[in-house]
């Protein structure tokens, strides 16, 4: 039997007992690479193996984050970044207040501190824990740092994706990698749809039964059994989606890997947080506050400023450094043609 096959054979049939499994080949996409550090992304060559935590689309050609950009994700950025950046810089960077992160943010505490190591975005952890730990709920445990980021506007979505591709790119070793750097990007609307689609469709079922009622499934972001298979508004509610809404509070954003992947091995293309393209003010895949139609890969959601459902996935695409404003200086650092 398949990979995909077991996996979804699980999701859709077994999905009341599974839902808060996190998938065994997303904990071996963690450990094939090396990590650097809460998702940020590091290969020992190309084409063999993606960014960690990225799934090949076209394989040596184009992969995706398994997962929306989570706050872990994006405090790392913030972290690291505000050991070299300017006060002005680094406000360009915080969250909205539409982000639930922003009320545990310390800039001003971070930037005054007496010790140089210590000069960085401060979360207040002791805050940002109680509040974690207040929450009560009757299942399990809800770990804030793996909810997507979210009020974060298009431009500080641009500018964590450039950061990336610096960040990942800085050792790598270009002639053992054919001359070839990962850039990291928003998606363009046009492939979110097919990425989104192709998740749908792209099923591996021996059967062809199997594969029609887990398309129609996919579509209906529901399960024969009638639990949900995404975050989306107006959802079917089994007994295990019951126990998730208690946990989370209804209309509201999950962690990521509540949800088992799609037929490409994606989590939370449909529902969750709607996800921005590369066109500004075009989102695609909808969000909590969608329905399942809204969710599906032809549909769009617009916005005009941050917003508390809407957040974002990389695209990873490798292309040779010679097509690209980029170039490594003479200690190999890596640089953009201004």
Known sequence: MKKNQILLR?????????IFFIPLFALFFSFSCHVIKNGNYYIFSLPENPPAM??????????AKITEVTVNDYLFFLETVSKDSSEEYLKELIPSNECALFPYLRLEKGLKSEEEDQKMIWLDVDAFKEKMYAKKNPVAFIDEFEKPITGISFD????YAAWCTFYFNKEQDLIKNGNRIIIFRLPTPAEFTNISKRGMEDCDF??????EINRKAWK???????CALCNCAG??????NKQVDEMFGKESLYTVNIFSPNFIGLMDVQGNAAEMTNEKGIAKGGSYLNTAKECLPDAIQKYEK?????????????VDISTTKMYFDDEGKLREHK
């Open 235 to 240: 959802k079917p509610v089994c007994e295990t």
């Open 306 to 318: 941050p917003e508390k459902w809407l957040g974002f996935r990389l695209i990873a695409e490798v």
């Open 206 to 211: 021996e059967s062809d039964k199997y594969c």
């Open 220 to 226: 209906e972001c529901a399960n024969p059994k009638g």
């Open 54 to 63: 990225f799934q090949w689309i076209d394989k040596g050609v184009l992969a």
């Open 10 to 18: 699980n999701s859709f049939i077994f999905n009341n007992k599974i």
């Open 156 to 159: 500080q979505a641009e500018e």
